[in-house]
């Protein structure tokens, strides 16, 4: 059992913070987890990879960066996704042959092409296969790699729904999962609406010593504490909060210490970010192939400069290897305060914290 705020204990690997990144399917890969490491994240999740295509990939130099582990990010974890059980337990085994510390299975993606290959969330809708995935995982792999599962609060909001998450959440402990990460959306509702916290808030009760995650809304660092704070989750995986934003997790850690909100990174601080993100991805990726992989990250890295829908189109508009370096030269040669981020997202749905809010099987009944 781990105290909010506290270490965040997932099976043996012990992390001295409890606020983590999650996979982030074309995102998080060794670049993006080594600046969120350096910045403050104890852990992080290499983006999704299917079970099918890490049995297939070959070694070559252009597919090096798929399970790639830099020598000082541990620990890491690579998460799973796919449809036929059989095939989970082979590519867990590959994952750990390529380093990664920890197995997380992906029961949570609620896209559309991912459902209809019957991945993903779509598990969620079939407890004997999801739990078949999970036995034949957690056999697959030595014992003091933990495993984990990553899932939504379910399908959506039925009770027929709400009865396969719970058989799948205990089933998954009862098999030797070290830990789950909830997303407080339904598979249905995508990204659209809020996070319900008060779900995850009856579900840490109910998960008692058992390990638990939330996600889900957390877009700053105040968020991030809030939620272990309102839930009572052992800790919090940050997803699109992060892309761009490596710093929430340096703040994070001042708010959890007690002290103020540090001032958003100024000018020279995101220049020299963003400069090590870039070169990272060249030799992870190579000078030319970086460049379309790189501009989604430059788009979300401008929304901290004063400027920020100049510097946008700038880093769109980089085409040819390098230019990158010729918006940092135009945008960042001048040092000067960074702008906070707006958070124009939906907000959690909360009760009071002296409500008792009604049991999850009333709410799915209700629905």
């Known amino acids: 059992m781990t105290s909010p705020l506290g270490n965040l204990c997932i099976g043996n690997v012990t992390l001295d913070f409890p606020v983590v990144q999650a996979a982030l399917s074309g ?47 541990h620990p890491v974890g690579g998460q799973l996704m ?14 750990v042959e390529h380093g990664f510390d920890v197995i997380d299975i992906n029961f949570g993606c609620p896209v559309k092409k991912v459902l209809g ?10 407890p004997d296969v999801a739990l078949e995935i999970v036995e034949r995982v957690r056999d697959a792999v030595p014992p003091e790699i933990p495993v984990t599962v990553k899932m ?24 030797g999962v070290a830990a789950i990460t909830v997303h407080g ?9 809020p996070s319900r916290w008060d779900f995850l808030r009856e579900l840490k009760q109910h998960a008692g010593e058992h390990v638990l995650l939330g996600s889900g809304d957390l877009f700053d660092a105040q968020a991030c504490i809030d939620m272990i704070r309102y839930t009572g989750v052992d800790g919090v995986t940050v997803a699109r909060g992060a892309i761009g934003n490596p710093w929430i997790f340096q703040q994070a850690r001042a708010l959890a210490a007690g002290v103020p909100l540090p001032d958003p ?19 992870l990726y190579g000078e030319t192939k970086c460049v379309p992989t790189m501009r989604k990250f430059g788009i979300k890295y401008s929304q901290h400069h004063p400027q920020h829908q100049a510097v946008r189109a700038a880093f769109c508009a980089v085409k040819q290897p390098g230019a990158w ?10 040092d000067a305060p960074g702008k906070q981020l707006a958070m124009d997202q939906p907000k959690p749905i909360l009760t009071s914290a002296l409500d008792s809010p009604p049991s999850l099987r009333q709410q799915a009944t209700q629905a």
């Open 325 to 334: 370096r010729d918006v940092l030269t135009e945008w960042y040669s001048l």
């Open 117 to 126: 290959r019957c991945r993903g969330g779509f598990h969620l809708s079939q």
């Open 82 to 95: 796919g449809a036929d059980p059989a095939q989970f337990g082979p590519a867990s085994r590959r994952l």
């Open 152 to 175: 939504r609060r379910g399908i959506d909001d039925t009770t027929d729904s709400c009865e396969k998450f719970y058989e799948i959440f205990d089933g998954a402990y009862a098999r």
């Open 265 to 283: 990174p100024t000018l020279f601080q995101q220049r020299d970010v963003i400069a090590e993100h870039y070169s990272m991805a060249e030799e």
């Open 185 to 193: 959306r339904t598979v249905t509702q995508r990204y659209d609406g």
């Open 27 to 73: 995102y998080s890969d060794t670049a993006m987890r080594l600046i969120a490491r350096r910045l403050g994240a104890p852990y992080t999740i290499c983006e999704v990879m299917l079970d099918k295509f890490i049995l297939e990939v070959k070694p070559r130099r252009k597919n090096h960066h798929f399970m790639h582990v830099a020598a000082d990010e």
